[in-house]
């Protein structure tokens, strides 16, 4: 292969020293921004030539110089100018005597001094912009299903839209509770529950209503829950009113109640205060689905409890008295049981129980 020694070379100090400053300032490869200028130069060249496959963009490093040339193969005679040169031309212009050989030759583009002026900017902004959202693409979905502090900035119509760290999202009125109202520049705890990605960056969607918020909450407040000791086994949520939360000890010296709870009860209220006071019982999971159901109707005392695994049903019988706080207000704390335990419970008071069995 022959190059042609380079008549005119494209300046590209300015160029370099402009991308060293934005490598360093945005933390994007330079290479990745010498590449999109090389392609930039590339596509502005080839409209000249009839988009041919044979011209490629060189950056001469140690003068900084950008150099554009065509590929050309040596043959006896010409059929295609812009792939072909001829045997007679490749000896006496580059010095090639051998037929198939490939001669590089620079060529020199309309107003290709301008090039890189006109594409520069435009392309590197374009791509700092592509790096960017790839790079908070791949942040904030390492963040799915986890919770983060977002900072409220103004409520827009039913909907708030809310800074969370890099980038603004929108708690919309789906995934807000009832009876929570917010002021700008007010922290809030949130549940990302998707990442999506856009061309106009990631789309990250929050929320206030998910279970999982409650869980999340627990987890930051309860050392035993980090480190494995305690397991929080399900959530069962109606967001603004109450939660029933099922937790298990893998350590029996360990009450994982207690743990949730805290002295004094600091770390469950610290849970409710962020989630503007919403009770939250704290039920201990246990393997069997009768003590399970029993303990998940809380605070309501239980008689008895039968149950169908198979259709996922049960029977409990509760004192007179107990009726109403154990299905709760409007079948509230019944309902939360259900949910958290995965089965439809049907409760009877004792006086209905004897009823039905004479």
Not at 139 to 155: A, D, P
Not at 179 to 195: D, N, P, R
Not at 220 to 229: H, P, T
Request: net charge negative; charged share 30%.
């Amino acid at each position: 292969m022959s190059k042609r020694t380079s008549k005119k070379a494209n300046q590209g100090g300015n160029i370099m020293e402009a991308l060293d400053a934005l490598s360093a300032e945005k933390n994007i490869s330079k290479d990745i921004l010498i590449e999109a200028i090389k392609k930039s130069i590339l596509d502005a060249c080839k409209k000249q030539y009839k988009n041919a496959d044979n011209i490629r963009v060189v950056l001469d490093e140690e003068k900084n110089e950008f150099h554009v040339y065509q590929d050309k193969e040596v043959v006896e005679e010409v059929e295609n100018p812009s792939l072909q040169i001829s045997l007679e031309e490749a000896e006496k212009e580059y010095k090639v005597k051998e037929l198939g050989a490939t001669v590089s030759i620079e060529i020199e583009p309309k107003n290709f001094q301008r090039i890189p002026a006109q594409t520069a900017k435009q392309t590197v902004v374009q791509k700092i912009r592509e790096e960017e959202r790839s790079s908070l693409y791949e942040m904030y979905s390492e963040l799915e299903k986890n919770i983060v502090t977002g900072v409220v900035q103004r409520k827009m119509d039913r909907n708030y839209l809310v800074n969370i760290g890099k980038t603004d999202a929108i708690l919309s009125e789906m995934e807000q509770v009832k009876t929570e109202q917010f002021q700008s520049h007010e922290k809030i705890k949130l549940y990302i529950t998707e990442v999506k990605n856009t061309n106009k960056g990631p789309k990250v969607i929050i929320s206030r209503t998910h279970p999982e918020l409650v869980k999340r909450l627990f987890e930051l407040q309860v050392s035993e829950i980090q480190n494995g000791v305690v397991e929080l086994v399900n959530v069962s949520r109606e967001p603004g009113s109450r939660s029933k939360i099922a937790v298990r000890s893998m350590n029996p010296d360990v009450d994982p109640v207690g743990a949730c709870v805290g002295v004094n009860g600091s770390r469950v209220n610290a849970v409710v205060e962020e989630l503007r006071g919403e009770k939250i019982d704290i039920i201990e999971w246990d393997e069997n689905p009768q003590v399970f159901i029993e303990h998940a109707l809380s605070p309501s005392r239980v008689l008895s409890v039968t149950v169908d695994p198979e259709e996922k049903t049960s029977r409990v019988i509760v004192p007179d008295y107990q009726l109403s706080l154990a299905i709760g207000k409007e079948g509230q704390n019944v309902r939360l049981a259900a949910k958290l335990t995965g089965y439809k419970i049907d409760i009877k008071s004792e006086t209905q129980a004897l009823e039905e069995s004479e």
